[in-house]
């Protein structure tokens, strides 16, 4: 019953994901001025099902690694240092959330 559970839950994920991925190209398609046919969309899914998949165990086996249970921001940061750009992207991002992390808890300590 637990892998009957799983593998629904996967197939309702991938069928998000392929509406997912159809409106996006659909959007595209109209502002190009382009056709794409159904089995594009199918094969683009499919592509980033596989990359997602990729991900997901790359976190988890770095998590693992460092002894922990649970993927952290460090993980993904690790994964994406091959991208230059979107390392940067993230890197940006988490700096900005700590930031504003630290900057509530600090207003937070004024009002006491």
Request: glycine share 6%; no cysteine.
């Amino acid at each position: 019953m637990a892998d009957e559970s799983h593998e629904d839950a996967r197939e309702r994920l991938k069928a998000a994901l392929w509406f997912a991925v159809g409106k996006i190209v659909d959007d595209e398609t109209l502002r190009r001025n382009r056709n794409s046919t159904p089995q594009f969309i199918g094969a683009l899914t499919e592509m980033v099902w596989t990359q997602i998949e990729n991900v997901a165990l790359d976190l988890e086996s770095f998590s693992r690694h460092a002894g922990r249970t649970t993927v952290q921001t460090d993980d993904v940061l690790l994964l994406a240092r091959r991208n230059a750009d979107l390392h940067g992207i993230i890197k940006e991002f988490v700096d900005e959330l700590q930031a504003a992390k630290v900057k509530g808890k600090a207003k937070g300590r004024g009002k006491r």
